[in-house]
């Protein structure tokens, strides 16, 4: 709708203390966004904008914080299925372990019902922890072609953002790593003629000490047809960097750039065990790093040296690695694992806000081609409401200590996507909760049984 030239709000949501994560004005003790056709038109007090759209239905969001919505630049929805299951063999001991006694025989175990499932009850709590956006990395050697596209059913249904790729891998035989690349292929083609503006992909990869030369120069190849950027571990763990030098007679990040896998529009997770020179390469070739802190302490790999890579220009972004889905417990465990490493609690203040608000959005405005992560006109309309009364004076200069001390994903309330409301008081209006936890709990039981 369009009055005198301007055009008006289908929706407001104010009357609440509003953070745009936009440097020019980052924080209204009293503002309100305008949304229409998805986007957001327009920031300011809610007097204001009450008056410029006073046709567009308000939503009050009665002195709550009112905030862009999340991004989880890593993260596996598959591993939801992990969940109280038991392991046949004596707990791992480390990293290889972890992977051959848990996470290997989990995806072979997959069926395409079991992706669907996963990512059901997967992107459902993403959005119960206020995340709209997430970039995720599949893997199902045993139900390969279409399982990308049962994820992106579940994307549609629960109205969540999503970047998703295949684990291309060379562990479960050639005809399986074949599967990997066209499933990837024909993911990406799909998105690109569909003109879905909430689904996106990357070309995904498992991780060094699992692909050969040969699967590299594949992949470099299909991804090439479509200018796709990358999804791949990097040097996780100790025994990944050791084996690229040891086999390939250079680093891993050089051995990605040797196959033109340092793209700036590619994701690298983890980055634990890099030396100076990698953090120089990944620098000057623009390739993001995404940081999963719990899940480096959870496997006991290290601890990634991020805030070097940040002094140094590296983008930085923060994932969970499917370890939570709460973006506001993996920002605090960021911060806490650089001040624990460094013996210094003056650190790591401001590096992983950076990360979470500026990094990621940064990902996902670049990924989705218009603003994601920001309360500004013209971006996504991607909004959270957060239940949150401050007991101590908020503003501009103090946001990020009352997100870091009093903000937690338990206390979002309501989601918007799009300017659609996926979440309401906790509830969601267009999904019936119970049945699709219902049959999520039956497929991982059935599941279980051939893990």
């Known amino acids: 709708m369009v009055k005198n030239g301007e055009t008006c709000a289908q929706l407001l949501v104010g009357n609440g203390r509003l953070i745009t994560h936009d440097e020019r004005m980052s924080f209204l003790d009293n503002g309100c966004v305008a949304i229409g056709g998805g986007l957001i038109l327009a920031v300011g007090s809610t007097v204001e ?100 596209f049962r994820i992106a059913d579940a994307a549609r249904q629960t109205g969540v953002r999503s970047c998703l790729c295949y684990e291309v891998s060379d562990r479960d035989g050639a005809e399986i790593t074949r ?15 569909a003109g879905d503006d909430r689904l996106r992909g990357l070309f995904g990869m498992h991780a060094s000490f699992t692909l050969s030369d040969e699967t590299l120069a594949r992949c470099s190849e299909a991804a090439a047809d479509f200018d796709a950027g990358f999804h791949v571990h990097t040097a996780e763990a100790a025994v990944d960097a050791l084996s690229c030098r040891r086999e390939h007679g250079m680093s891993i990040v050089e051995r990605w750039n040797k196959f033109d896998i340092l793209k700036g529009t590619s994701l690298l997770a983890h980055c634990v065990h890099v030396d100076q020179q ?67 609690p003056r650190v790591a203040w401001a590096e992983p806000p950076q990360m979470l608000f500026r990094e990621n959005a940064a990902t996902a405005s670049e990924c989705f081609g218009s603003p994601v992560g920001k309360l500004i006109p013209g971006a996504h309309a991607d909004i959270i409401l957060i239940n949150y009364d401050p007991p101590t004076p908020m503003n501009a200069e103090n946001l990020n200590e009352h997100i870091h001390f009093g903000f937690s994903g338990d206390a979002v309330e309501t989601v918007l996507i799009s300017g659609q409301i996926v979440m309401d008081d906790r509830q969601f209006p267009a999904i019936d909760e119970r049945e699709v936890i219902a049959k999520s709990r039956a497929a991982a039981a059935e599941m279980w049984k051939r893990f």
């Open 49 to 148: 904008l009450q008056a410029t759209h006073p046709g567009a239905k308000f939503i009050d969001a009665r002195g709550r914080v009112i905030m862009p919505g999340l991004i989880n630049t890593h993260t596996h929805l598959y591993g939801t299925f992990a969940r109280g299951m038991a392991l046949k063999d004596d707990a791992p001991s480390n990293f290889t372990e972890i992977l051959e006694r848990l996470w290997w025989r989990l995806d072979r175990a997959l069926t395409l019902d079991d992706v669907y499932w996963s990512a059901m009850v997967g992107m459902m709590a993403s959005i119960r922890n206020g995340v709209t956006t997430i970039f995720d990395h599949h893997a199902s050697p045993g139900a390969v072609s279409g399982s990308l």
């Open 179 to 193: 599967q990997g690349i066209e499933e990837n292929r024909a993911f990406l083609g799909h998105c690109a003629d």
């Open 278 to 344: 990698e953090i120089e390469l990944l620098r000057a070739r623009g390739a993001k790093v995404i940081h999963n802190p719990q899940s480096n302490m959870s496997n006991a790999v290290g601890c990634a040296p991020v805030l070097e890579m940040m002094r140094l220009g590296v983008h930085v972004g923060l994932g969970t690695d499917g370890y939570t889905a709460d973006m506001f417990e993996s920002m605090k465990a960021a911060g806490l694992l650089q001040k624990h490493d460094a013996g210094d």
